[in-house]
C-alpha cells in the first residue's frame, strides 16, 4: 500500500474517480519519460485497485452467504454397504 494513501475514508465511486486520474497522469508522465513519477504513480494504482477487489470480493461474499446460507453445512452421505 502506499504511505500517503489512506483507502478507509474513500468511497467506491471516489476509488473510481482516483484511478482513471491516475492512469491519466500516468500515461502523460510516461511519454515525457519521467519513470521515477511513473513509478510512484504504479504504487497508487496498485493500492486502489488492491482496494477496489477487496471490496468487490466482499460484496460477491456477502451476496454468496445470503443466497447460500448452509454452503458450508456438512452434507450427510450416509455410509456404503459392505
Known sequence: MHPFL?????????????LGK???F???QTALGH????QSIKE???????????RMQKIVDEEHKRKNPDDKK?????????
Open 6 to 18: 489512506d483507502l478507509n475514508k474513500l468511497t467506491d465511486e471516489d476509488i473510481i474517480d482516483r
Open 22 to 24: 491516475a492512469y491519466s
Open 26 to 28: 500516468m500515461n502523460a
Open 35 to 38: 519513470s521515477a513519477t511513473v
Open 44 to 54: 497508487v494504482v496498485q493500492s486502489l485497485e488492491d482496494e477496489r477487489h477487496s
Open 74 to 82: 456438512i452434507i450427510e452421505l450416509g455410509k456404503l454397504e459392505e
